[in-house]
């Protein structure tokens, strides 16, 4: 019997320049198939998707981490790389920078580190695509936060919606 159990509702719009929608609980996102496919090109692609999971999966696992062990972080954000070869073969690098609070110790800074790393070994879906053959790496950064608002400026710079 399964433990849990996720639905999610799916619903296409004409023909393959068409595009879809994908509803879950706490997700709602539009898809489309890849101009260079013949579509439109006005959603997520498969593959975008898939690394989606991988960079939410490692991203709340890392933070799990860090709040768990009562670490003194006041943010993080993070720029992940999926490079797809001509054989369709897939790696995925995420580049975590995790700020912590000016009182933070030498200690606090070599955990942190190394939690970085250790997130991905607990991230069941990173795990799972390691399985499958894609290679999943992570090059993290810690830095003191020195009072900017370093968080609101990659938000702005990256066109998040916040």
């Given at each position: 019997?399964?433990?849990?159990?996720?639905?999610?509702?799916?619903?296409?719009?004409?023909?393959?320049?068409?595009?879809?929608?994908?509803?879950?609980?706490?997700?709602?996102?539009?898809?489309?198939?890849?101009?260079?496919?013949?579509?439109?090109?006005?959603?997520?692609?498969?593959?975008?998707?898939?690394?989606?999971?991988?960079?939410?999966?490692?991203?709340?696992?890392?933070?799990?981490?860090?709040?768990?062990?009562?670490?003194?972080?006041?943010?993080?954000?993070?720029?992940?790389?999926?490079?797809?070869?001509?054989?369709?073969?897939?790696?995925?690098?995420?580049?975590?920078?995790?700020?912590?609070?000016?009182?933070?110790?030498?200690?606090?800074?070599?955990?942190?580190?190394?939690?970085?790393?250790?997130?991905?070994?607990?991230?069941?879906?990173?795990?799972?695509?390691?399985?499958?053959?894609?290679?999943?790496g992570t090059q993290g950064k810690v830095t003191i936060d020195?009072?900017?608002?370093?968080?609101?400026?990659?938000?702005?710079?990256?066109?998040?919606?916040?």
């Amino acid at each position: 019997m399964a433990e849990k159990i996720i639905n999610m509702n799916t619903v296409w719009y004409k023909d393959a320049k068409g595009d879809g929608r994908i509803k879950s609980d706490n997700l709602q996102t539009q898809i489309a198939i890849p101009v260079p496919k013949g579509g439109s090109g006005k959603g997520a692609e498969p593959q975008q998707l898939l690394i989606s999971s991988a960079v939410a999966c490692y991203t709340m696992t890392l933070a799990y981490m860090l709040d768990k062990n009562k670490l003194p972080v006041t943010g993080f954000f993070m720029d992940t790389e999926g490079n797809i070869t001509q054989g369709d073969q897939l790696s995925i690098t995420h580049r975590p920078h995790v700020f912590l609070n000016p009182g933070a110790t030498h200690e606090d800074v070599s955990m942190t580190e190394d939690f970085i790393q250790k997130a991905e070994e607990n991230c069941h879906i990173g795990q799972l695509l390691i399985k499958a053959g894609v290679s999943v790496g992570t090059q993290g950064k810690v830095t003191i936060d020195s009072g900017e608002d370093l968080t609101s400026s990659y938000i702005a710079e990256h066109g998040l919606e916040w």
